[in-house]
């Protein structure tokens, strides 16, 4: 479960995630938040798997792990980030003054490794919004994060599609109404497949090209993951398909099950059907997939530009390369022909002397 805590509105909300099971931390957190007067939104789970669950489903411009979680520690977490090449400044907060924790914490990624007490959470506020301008400088200015956005240009797909998105000076995707994988408007000149448009969209969301916001949730169906799926009312009780009013009079379960259980009831239960591969399942076997806006960081569009001008040329290079040396080889190729050919007339004219 998120429990989140609203903020006044400026120019600037600063989202963070807080992984900590302990709900008393959480809440001198958002003490000290609500003191020092800036504009900071906590969303706070209590265990790795909610985190997973839900961080990408907002653009959180910080995370706080506590190392010691009942399943996972904060740096199980921190490692599973790393793998995924999340680009989000992240701090570590514990009660164990372990300097070798620290330091793991620290080479897994972390910006900082804070001992929980109400005296350095007195100050977090502030550092957290410095550490958060820090890294967004540094995303945008340090040559490794350059060279890295520059690296997933090279990729055929991103390419195209950070170059449909620039020609066509569109600076928002939204979702179809009845699809979670195309967006409006459409893109000329892109031909791909639904997961190729996922993992293109992921990659620019997680290297900060593209920010994304969920705008809604969606039933997919647990055999065949399709979102193609319809709702279908149940009896609570037995997730029979017949029921009609009650005929009791004025009962507070104005329904009657005719599917075999006949009991009342005064609410149905949702139960599903997919229209993909016709699976029927009840709701708590039901996945979800959330539907997102995306929207282009403009700040990187002129970077984006130039790195698509470099790939162009570099690709031109290796072209004129390959073709230069297909042009050696067929050179070398004919000059072993004329060589064969010369060795042959020689010996034929010592032999007829």
Same mark, same amino acid.
Request: glycine share 4%; hydrophobic share 35%.
């Given at each position: 479960?998120?429990?989140?805590?609203?903020?006044?509105?400026?120019?600037?909300?600063?989202?963070?995630?807080?992984? #900590?099971?302990? %709900?008393?931390?959480?809440?001198?957190?958002?003490?000290?938040?609500?003191?020092?007067?800036?504009?900071?939104?906590?969303?706070?789970?209590?265990?790795?798997?909610?985190?997973?669950?839900?961080?990408?489903?907002?653009?959180?411009?910080? %995370?706080?792990?506590?190392?010691?979680?009942?399943? =996972?520690?904060?740096?199980? /977490?921190?490692?599973?980030?790393?793998? *995924?090449?999340?680009?989000?400044?992240?701090?570590?907060?514990?009660?164990?003054?372990?300097?070798?924790?620290?330091?793991?914490?620290?080479?897994?990624?972390?910006?900082?490794?804070?001992?929980?007490?109400?005296?350095?959470?007195? $100050? &977090? @506020?502030?550092?957290?919004?410095?550490?958060?301008?820090?890294?967004?400088?540094?995303?945008?200015?340090? #040559?490794?994060?350059?060279?890295?956005?520059?690296?997933?240009?090279?990729?055929?797909?991103?390419?195209?599609?950070?170059?449909? %998105?620039?020609?066509?000076?569109?600076?928002?995707?939204?979702?179809?109404? +009845?699809?979670?994988? =195309? $967006? #409006?408007?459409?893109?000329?000149?892109?031909?791909?497949?639904?997961?190729?448009?996922?993992?293109?969209?992921?990659?620019?969301?997680?290297?900060?090209?593209?920010?994304?916001?969920?705008?809604?949730?969606?039933?997919?169906?647990?055999?065949?993951?399709?979102?193609?799926?319809?709702?279908?009312?149940?009896? @609570?009780?037995?997730?029979?398909?017949? =029921?009609?009013?009650?005929?009791?009079?004025?009962?507070?379960? @104005? &329904?009657?099950? %005719?599917?075999?259980?006949?009991?009342?009831?005064?609410?149905?239960?949702?139960?599903?059907?997919?229209?993909?591969?016709?699976?029927?399942?009840?709701?708590?076997?039901?996945?979800?997939?959330?539907?997102?806006?995306?929207?282009?960081?403009?700040? *990187?569009?002129? +970077?984006?530009?130039?790195?698509?001008?470099?790939?162009?040329?570099?690709?031109?290079?290796?072209?004129?390369?390959?073709?230069?040396? #297909?042009?050696?080889?067929?050179?070398?190729?004919?000059?072993?022909?004329?060589?064969?050919? &010369?060795?042959?007339? /020689?010996?034929?004219?010592?032999?007829?002397?």
């Amino acid at each position: 479960m998120i429990l989140s805590e609203a903020r006044p509105v400026s120019d600037r909300v600063y989202n963070i995630l807080m992984v #900590e099971d302990n %709900l008393n931390h959480y809440k001198i957190l958002l003490r000290f938040i609500k003191k020092s007067g800036k504009n900071i939104v906590v969303d706070h789970v209590e265990s790795a798997h909610e985190f997973f669950n839900v961080f990408l489903t907002k653009n959180y411009d910080l %995370l706080m792990l506590d190392y010691n979680l009942a399943q =996972f520690t904060g740096l199980g /977490i921190l490692q599973k980030l790393s793998e *995924m090449q999340v680009t989000t400044p992240i701090i570590m907060v514990t009660q164990q003054k372990d300097p070798e924790i620290a330091t793991n914490a620290m080479k897994l990624g972390a910006v900082d490794f804070i001992i929980k007490s109400k005296e350095n959470f007195r $100050y &977090l @506020p502030e550092k957290i919004i410095s550490y958060i301008n820090d890294y967004e400088n540094e995303i945008a200015n340090n #040559e490794v994060f350059k060279l890295k956005r520059k690296s997933l240009m090279r990729s055929n797909e991103i390419n195209g599609y950070v170059r449909a %998105l620039v020609e066509s000076k569109e600076t928002k995707l939204t979702p179809r109404a +009845e699809t979670t994988y =195309f $967006y #409006e408007p459409e893109l000329d000149g892109l031909e791909m497949d639904t997961v190729t448009i996922e993992k293109v969209l992921q990659l620019l969301t997680v290297n900060r090209v593209l920010s994304k916001k969920p705008v809604a949730v969606r039933i997919t169906c647990p055999r065949c993951d399709s979102d193609n799926v319809a709702t279908r009312p149940v009896c @609570p009780n037995c997730g029979g398909k017949v =029921f009609v009013k009650n005929e009791g009079g004025e009962s507070e379960e @104005p &329904l009657r099950c %005719l599917s075999g259980c006949g009991q009342t009831f005064k609410h149905v239960q949702a139960a599903y059907a997919c229209n993909n591969c016709f699976k029927e399942f009840p709701q708590d076997e039901a996945k979800y997939r959330h539907i997102y806006n995306f929207e282009v960081n403009v700040s *990187m569009l002129e +970077e984006m530009r130039q790195s698509m001008v470099n790939t162009d040329e570099m690709k031109m290079w290796e072209e004129k390369n390959k073709q230069y040396s #297909e042009n050696i080889e067929q050179t070398k190729q004919m000059q072993e022909e004329i060589r064969t050919q &010369l060795r042959a007339l /020689i010996e034929h004219k010592i032999k007829k002397n």
